[in-house]
């Protein structure tokens, strides 16, 4: 049977999956509201939806696997849980509408790590609580249990990500390099993962081949095999575009990377390095970080 991947929610990750399904031969379908040219250059093939909008889901093709990672759009005029969670439950229950367990889709939900509450650098994994008290790590966490409600018994995974980096996508390089200080504290960890890792986690979790010998975890935590400071993240960015030592000063009391910042954890990522990525590309932030920007330069 042709194996063919429906992306909901194709942005920074979905692309990369999108390419790696490709070069495996699979038909790949992706959703937007705007992106269609883009997508199409991809070789994708773009469908309209939102799933807010139920009138939307006549347009959903079948396919053999799902990729579920739909960012909340904060200029929605749909209130959080009602688009992450409601939203979730509505495409769910249409891919399995009328179709049997052993005709579902294989669906994998992207999450966050941000579900995780501890703080004093706790280690965590799949097993730890989850008190999370800012909304997007409520939101997730609810829509992981409406995930496992609706789909019990069919093919579904949940992956907890780490915070992703990338070309194009490296937390305050351009501070960095231009010199400016950064509005974040210099402790805490970050837990991070590079997006050619995250999207080989992906599609090796849809790889039934790899799960001759163990069962499929419902659930992963994927993130390198390094916590870093943020102090040193940023040192190592100054390093590597040959920038000056950067200096720190404090958020806004209303910014994102203080609200961030309230939680302090390390992410123990053995059970995605068994069973997902046990030869992972870039397995800590300074692979990573030289990699992307070993070119660049400062602009000063």
Known sequence: MSKSLLIVGCGY?????????QQLGWHVAATTRTRFE?????GFTPIAFDWNDSRT????????HVLIAVAYDRNSRVERFASQVDGLARLVRHLDQGRSPDQSPDVCY??????YHQSGGMWVDETSPTQPSR????AHLAAEAQLRSLRFGRP????????????????????????????SPAS???????????ATAVMNNFDSQRFDERSRCPLYVVSDDEPVVRREFY????????????????????????FRSETDKRIWNRRVRRDLIPAMKFPTYRQGLHDVLADLTPTR
């Open 38 to 42: 883009t997508l199409a250059a991809e």
């Open 188 to 198: 805490g960890h970050l837990n991070l993962i590079h997006v050619d890792d995250a």
């Open 57 to 64: 889901l006549q347009h959903l093709p079948a396919a053999t």
């Open 235 to 258: 040192r190592q960015i100054a390093r590597d575009t040959r920038s000056p030592k950067p200096t720190f000063v404090e958020p806004d009391a209303d910014s994102g990377v203080r």
């Open 13 to 21: 990750l979905g692309l990369r999956v999108g390419r790696l399904a």
């Open 135 to 138: 909304e997007g790590g409520k």
């Open 156 to 183: 579904t995974t949940t992956l907890r990500l780490a915070g992703i980096y990338g070309p194009g996508r490296v937390p305050r390089a351009a501070d960095v390099i231009a010199g400016r200080p950064i509005a």
């Open 110 to 115: 992207i999450s966050t790590t941000g579900v």
